[in-house]
């Protein structure tokens, strides 16, 4: 378990079968991992300022949700609704960056 709970990825999804459901939990593993890549660590300060090592987590339903930093769930949200609306990687329609959103909610946390 993640970050973000199958339970979360589906309401954000508007899902409400279980046909997807082992999909969308792929798609939680892929953007947790996106999200760590991005920030180039494993280690994040929460919003009370606790430094929180995600690496050691083997199980994040032992864990207060409400130390994880925000703006990394939801931008777990986003890419995991992105990704489940949208399957293939080229699209006719015109491609315009939504501002202000990925790349913003994780600047914080990326260690360089």
Same mark, same amino acid.
């Given at each position: ?10 309401? $954000?999804?508007? #899902?409400? !079968? ?7 939990? %792929?798609? @939680? +593993? ?16 929460? $919003?009370?300022? #606790?430094? !929180? ?7 994040? %339903?032992? @864990? +207060? ?16 609704? $992105? ?14 960056? @939504? ?14």
């Amino acid at each position: 378990m993640y970050i973000v709970t199958l339970e979360e990825a589906k309401k $954000q999804c508007n #899902v409400d !079968i279980v046909d997807d459901d082992d999909y969308i939990s %792929s798609l @939680i +593993d892929i953007t947790y991992t996106a999200c760590k890549n991005h920030c180039n660590n494993t280690t994040w300060i929460d $919003q009370s300022g #606790v430094t !929180i090592d995600y690496s050691k987590i083997a199980d994040f %339903s032992t @864990i +207060d949700k409400s130390i994880i930093p925000l703006a990394v769930k939801q931008t777990m949200l986003l890419l995991i609704s $992105q990704y489940y609306d949208k399957r293939e990687s080229v699209t006719v329609l015109s491609i315009n960056k @939504i501002p202000y959103t990925l790349e913003f909610l994780l600047q914080p946390y990326i260690t360089y």
